[in-house]
C-alpha cells in the first residue's frame, strides 16, 4: 500500500485544515488508518485511528473534540478534519495504515505497517 498525505498548511490559531490521505496498490478498506505528528525535536506522537469499518476510532486526548478522523473506502482515503487549531497543533502529520486484522485500532507506532510521507501543518498565534 502506498499512501499520500495531503492537505497542510499554514493557518491561523482558531482555524481549520482537512487533511486527506490516499492509498494505492492494494486494496485499503481492510486496513486501520492511523495519523501521526512529529514536532521538531520531538517524537511522533499518536492523533487518530480508524478501524477498516469506520466503526469505530480513537483520539489522543489533545485533539479530543477538536479533530475527527473519517475514511471513505470507496475512495481509498481517510480524512482527518482539525477544527480549533491551536499553535502546539504544528507539525508534520503522517498517516499510516496497518493490516495485522487486529479487531482494534491501535496507538501505537510500531502496529502500523505502511506509512505517507507527511504533510506540514503550522498554526500561527
Known amino acids: 500500500v502506498q499512501l499520500q498525505a495531503s492537505g497542510g498548511g499554514l493557518v491561523q490559531a482558531g482555524g481549520s485544515l482537512r487533511l486527506s490521505c490516499a492509498a494505492s496498490g492494494r486494496a485499503f478498506d481492510n486496513h486501520h488508518g492511523g495519523w501521526f505528528r512529529q514536532a521538531l525535536g520531538k517524537e511522533r506522537e499518536f492523533v487518530a485511528a480508524i478501524s477498516w469499518s469506520a466503526g469505530s476510532t480513537d483520539y489522543a486526548d489533545s485533539v479530543q473534540g477538536r479533530f475527527t478522523i473519517s475514511r471513505d473506502n470507496a475512495k481509498n482515503t481517510v480524512y482527518l478534519q482539525m477544527n480549533g487549531l491551536k499553535p502546539e497543533d504544528t507539525a508534520v502529520y503522517y498517516c499510516?495504515?496497518?493490516?495485522?486484522?487486529?479487531?482494534?485500532?491501535?496507538?501505537?507506532?510500531?502496529?502500523?505497517?505502511?506509512w505517507g510521507q507527511g504533510t506540514q501543518v503550522t498554526v500561527s498565534s
Open positions: 499510516a495504515a496497518d493490516d495485522s486484522r487486529n479487531p482494534r485500532v491501535s496507538t501505537h507506532k510500531g502496529r502500523y505497517d505502511y
